[in-house]
């Protein structure tokens, strides 16, 4: 059961990480080389990353119900690696409900982020959640890649 358990660990995190790379470093930078416009790659890269955020969140549940499961206790819960997931889903959860939910209204009464003049009010907040977006994402990253490495590192829970 315990290599179920740690196979389980590995996908849910793999999956989660794998897919911010792939996101950012392969659909982001295609949906802008080659859409029509940057409202429709932006709109694309926003439906994306929705989704990649509810993979994620129940990725990391996977993993830390495995966790707890492999060590028979919930105190698995405050082992690094543990602690780095809950910190995943907690920024993921505040990038998804938060700063996409207000980019995504914005985006809405713009009509066009691409038109909308940088000095508008408008445009000047998105751009602001923008860099937060990028910054939250980035910071999930970095907690996965740890994440992972901790849970390689440490065969015992």
């Given at each position: ?8 660990e ?36 926003g ?11 129940i ?17 698995a ?23 996409s939910?207000?980019?995504?209204d ?8 691409e ?8 445009r ?11 910054r ?11 994440a992972?490495f ?8």
């Amino acid at each position: 059961m315990s290599t179920v358990l740690r196979y389980l660990e590995f996908l849910s995190l793999g999956t989660w990480v794998g897919g911010i790379i792939f996101l950012s470093f392969v659909v982001a930078p295609g949906a802008f080389a080659m859409l029509g416009s940057r409202d429709q790659a932006g709109a694309l890269v926003g439906m994306s990353l929705g989704r990649l955020h509810w993979l994620g969140v129940i990725a990391g549940v996977i993993y830390l119900i495995a966790r707890v499961a492999e060590g028979k206790s919930l105190s698995a819960l405050i082992r690094p690696a543990a602690g780095l997931v809950i910190l995943m889903i907690a920024l993921t959860l505040v990038s998804q409900l938060g700063v996409s939910a207000k980019m995504l209204d914005l985006r809405t009464q713009m009509g066009s982020v691409e038109r909308t003049p940088a000095t508008s009010p408008l445009r000047v907040e998105f751009d602001r959640l923008h860099q937060w977006s990028v910054r939250i994402e980035s910071t999930v990253l970095l907690c996965g890649l740890a994440a992972m490495f901790l849970t390689v590192r440490n065969r015992a829970l």
